[in-house]
Nanobody
C-alpha cells in the first residue's frame, strides 16, 4: 500500500523559508512520479511540483524559481525547499504519487495520484 507522510510545515513571515519532507512507503521510489500539491482554504488543490523517478523536476509557474524539489532514494524521502515565501503560499501541503517509468513527469491532476497523507500546514504572514 502506497503511503506518504508530510512534515515540516509551520508559520513564517513573508520572505522566509521552510523545508517540507515527504516520507514514502509501499513503493519503489524510482518508478513513481511524486508530486507536491497545496490547497488554500476554500480553494481547489493545486499541483506545484513533481519529480520523476530519474530525478527530473517540473514546477508550476507560481513557485518556479522559489521552490526546489529533491529526493533521497535511499531514505525514500522527498524534500520541498521553499524560499522567498509569500502570503499566497499559505495552504495545506500534500505529497502524492503515481506510477511511471518515464524520465519526465508532468504535474497533472490531483485525482491521478494516490497515497495521500494528512498534509502539513504552511502559513505565511505579512
Amino acid at each position: 500500500q502506497v503511503q506518504l507522510v508530510e512534515s515540516g510545515g509551520g508559520s513564517v513571515q513573508a520572505g522566509g523559508s521552510l523545508r517540507l519532507s515527504c516520507i514514502a512507503s509501499g513503493l519503489t521510489f524510482n518508478r513513481f512520479c511524486i508530486a507536491w500539491f497545496r490547497q488554500p482554504p476554500g480553494k481547489e488543490r493545486e499541483g506545484i511540483a513533481v519529480i520523476s523517478g530519474a530525478g527530473t523536476t517540473t514546477y508550476a509557474d507560481s513557485v518556479k524559481g522559489r521552490f526546489t524539489l529533491s529526493k533521497d532514494n535511499a531514505k525514500s524521502t522527498l524534500y520541498l525547499q521553499m524560499n522567498n515565501l509569500k502570503p499566497e503560499d499559505t495552504a495545506m501541503y500534500f505529497c502524492a504519487a503515481r506510477m511511471s517509468t518515464s524520465d519526465y513527469c508532468s504535474i497533472g491532476f490531483w485525482n491521478n495520484y494516490y497515497g495521500w497523507g494528512q498534509g502539513t500546514q504552511v502559513t505565511v504572514s505579512t
